[in-house]
């Protein structure tokens, strides 16, 4: 998972885009990047948080009235910085592109790319195969005469030659900056606009939070398979390419998105209290009754919240969090991810001492960290501990960009919930219903392939290894 951010202006774009990196650091915090256009493309890249990649980077090195900007956590590929983006071709016109997701036939469109269109991948990172896929496609067009709708039917003909989940922003130099997504929009992308003394500004995000920060004004999301593209006189064009079945990921009202985004015209906030309310019902089934009912900080606030109302037991902070450490979950080496759980987490005695206390997370993945919050609580004298999840048990891996690819890694592929319980050395475990979460969305489809195994895309067993033998690689 990765954030994404395009600003198309008149006037400098790189400190707008600083701004919004920013707000969309929780999405990834392996490498940052801001690559602008002044006649020439200029870049800056690096491995860890935007701050420190742009610590004492003068503004004036990134010229320019178009810009993208990349926050990366990498799922295929390493994690080096040859392979941090936003990434730069300079034919046709010179392209830069930044993007979200993740290609799943990245073997065959690196031979066909090689093989057919003669360009040579020289990085691990799948967000080269669509722009490379994208450029070649463009080059089939008149280059002296480029219309709309070629920079369209080039976008059509990537989609359909790219397989996977993706959001992405380029810039063609020269013409304009083009907003596209797969044809199930399983990755988020939304436009927003703001007026400055020399015009319109149109701004391209992952999330919406990164328009409340830069006074934008939200316009919407893109379509499934929609295309859109601000010329070089900043008039808006949009088209739907290639659509299928929609299928957002589900995961970003669960977990990815900040909770004052808006996605789809809803507030994420809002999404996870019906999702902690919902719980309730399978709760009661349970005949367990808590005494108080504690999250996890900090995604999880408001499915407790939500889950407390309903039961009508009281909400507490029973877990203090150190906000200086970043988001274990998003952090690909196990022995690294369990040291920051350590750090992050630290239990309030007061609180949770002889209580029987349900705690909320969003998600059980691997289990190492909800057992290692089971010992804390236990240690700080909780008399009882039930392990609640917001999200149905995850039994399959998620292709499409989030962490979860080796499939030896998720719990509930391998375990019933009472070894889970087991394992957690809980009390007691509870998660959400597959089929209480679909029916919270039965307006909007969502992928659910983590829960089901029922891939959007079509997954083939060779598929699936060829994926989880790159991830694999990736650890090492």
Not at 196 to 215: N, P, Q, R
């Amino acid at each position: 998972m990765c954030g994404i951010v395009g600003i198309y202006g008149k006037d400098t774009v790189a400190p707008s885009i600083f701004d919004g990196l920013v707000a969309i650091q929780h999405r990834g915090h392996d490498s940052a990047g801001i690559v602008t256009l002044d006649g020439s493309f200029h870049l800056k890249k690096g491995l860890g948080h935007v701050t420190d990649v742009f610590r004492g980077v003068d503004p004036a090195s990134l010229p320019g009235h178009a810009g993208l900007g990349h926050v990366r956590y990498a799922t295929i590929g390493s994690n080096g910085e040859i392979d941090a983006q936003p990434m730069v071709v300079n034919y046709p016109f010179g392209l830069a592109m930044v993007h979200n997701g993740n290609v799943i036939n990245f073997a065959s469109l690196r031979r066909w790319l090689h093989d057919e269109r003669h360009r040579l991948v020289d990085t691990d990172n799948d967000v080269s195969l669509i722009l490379y896929t994208l450029a070649s496609e463009l080059e089939q067009r008149d280059l002296k005469h480029l219309e709309v709708s070629d920079v369209f039917d080039a976008v059509r003909a990537t989609q359909d030659r790219v397989e996977g989940a993706y959001s992405a922003i380029c810039i063609i130099a020269g013409q304009g900056m083009l907003a596209f997504c797969d044809p199930h929009g399983i990755r988020p992308i939304v436009i927003g606009k703001k007026f400055s003394e020399h015009g319109i500004v149109y701004v391209f995000a992952s999330e919406s939070v990164v328009f409340d920060l830069l006074g934008c004004q939200r316009i919407r999301d893109l379509q499934p398979g929609e295309a859109v593209f601000v010329d070089r006189h900043h008039h808006l064009h949009s088209s739907v390419c290639r659509r299928k079945a929609q299928a957002f990921c589900v995961f970003e009202y669960i977990y990815f998105a900040r909770e004052d985004s808006v996605i789809h015209d809803r507030l994420v906030a809002t999404e996870r209290v019906r999702m902690g309310r919902r719980l309730a019902d399978t709760f009661r089934k349970t005949g367990i009754e808590p005494d108080i009912v504690i999250d996890v900080p900090s995604s999880s606030y408001f499915f407790a919240s939500g889950l407390a109302e309903a039961l009508g037991v009281p909400y507490r902070r029973g877990l203090a969090k150190n906000n200086h450490v970043g988001r274990s979950f998003i952090t690909q080496n196990q022995t690294v991810r369990e040291t920051m759980v350590r750090q992050k987490h630290n239990p309030i005695p007061d609180v949770v001492r002889g209580k029987k206390v349900a705690v909320v997370d969003d998600s059980i993945v691997r289990g190492t960290t909800s057992r290692h919050l089971v010992r804390l609580l236990r240690k700080a004298g909780a008399k009882e501990i039930t392990f609640v999840s917001a999200s149905p048990p995850i039994t399959h891996p998620c292709i499409y960009g989030i962490d979860m690819s080796v499939k030896r890694e998720i719990i509930a592929a391998h375990y019933d919930i009472d070894q889970i319980r087991h394992y957690l050395e809980a009390d007691a475990v509870v998660y959400q219903t597959l089929e209480d979460l679909k029916d919270l969305y039965r307006d909007l489809p969502c992928c659910y392939a983590c829960f089901s195994g029922e891939y959007p895309t079509g997954a083939s067993e060779e598929a699936l290894r060829i994926i989880e033998e790159e991830k694999l690689k990736s650890k090492r």
